[in-house]
């Protein structure tokens, strides 16, 4: 369910005027007839900085979930989520993960190809050692390259034919056992295609 701004700005002002009208209420009992204060937006810059901090998290985790993209990979030492840029152009598919110089544990780069085919990778202008896992069409690993060089320019084929590929940091695999025959759970590529026209 996407992150509504305007409602959790609402519920946090609602529940920080809950709060000041608390206290005003008691200060009004302790000093005998004084009149609580109603609570004013622009009256505390604490409570700005509480509701900007609020409105910066909810920002933050409506565009995580916006780009929240997540392939779930089955291995043997249980399922592993990992965020996942898609590389669904031809463009997208060429560049890949070159020129980057850090890649999150959890994160990872997952290319989508238009049919199966036989399939081969490169590490040209890429400086991260990768675990390459080649999948085909029913979401199996069909073939892993672990701890591939930086920088190569040597061909990694895979073993059978594919139609996506998972490149994670260098091991990724053998932390998670991951194998031939491994089951990964896709997004659907088919809305991730039409966000991306």
């Known amino acids: ?17 809950t709060v000041e009208d608390s206290r005003a209420a008691r200060g009004a009992r302790s000093r005998r007839g004084a009149r609580p204060h109603a609570w004013c937006p622009l009256g505390s810059i604490a409570r700005l900085r509480l509701l900007a901090a609020a409105l910066c998290l909810a920002a ?35 560049r890949g993960l070159m020129w980057r110089d850090r890649l999150d544990r959890d994160a990872g780069m997952l ?43 040597t061909s990694i084929p895979a073993r059978a034919p594919a139609r996506y590929v998972l490149e994670v940091n260098a091991g990724y695999a053998r932390e998670h056992g991951v194998e031939p025959g491994t089951a990964v759970d896709l997004p659907n590529i088919a809305t991730a295609k039409s966000a991306s026209d």
């Open 111 to 153: 290319f989508v190809f238009p049919s199966t085919g036989d399939l081969a990778f490169w590490m040209k202008n890429t400086p991260l050692p990768l675990d390459i896992l080649f999948i085909d069409a029913n979401g199996h690993v069909v073939s892993v390259a672990e701890n591939t060089t930086p920088y190569s320019e």
């Open 1 to 17: 369910m996407p992150c509504n701004l305007a409602e959790l700005a609402a519920s946090v002002a609602a529940a920080m005027g």
């Open 60 to 94: 933050l985790t409506f565009a995580c979930r916006a780009t929240g993209d997540a392939v779930v990979v089955h291995g043997k030492q249980g399922p592993s989520r990992v965020r996942v840029e898609l590389a669904l152009t031809a463009d997208q598919r060429a």
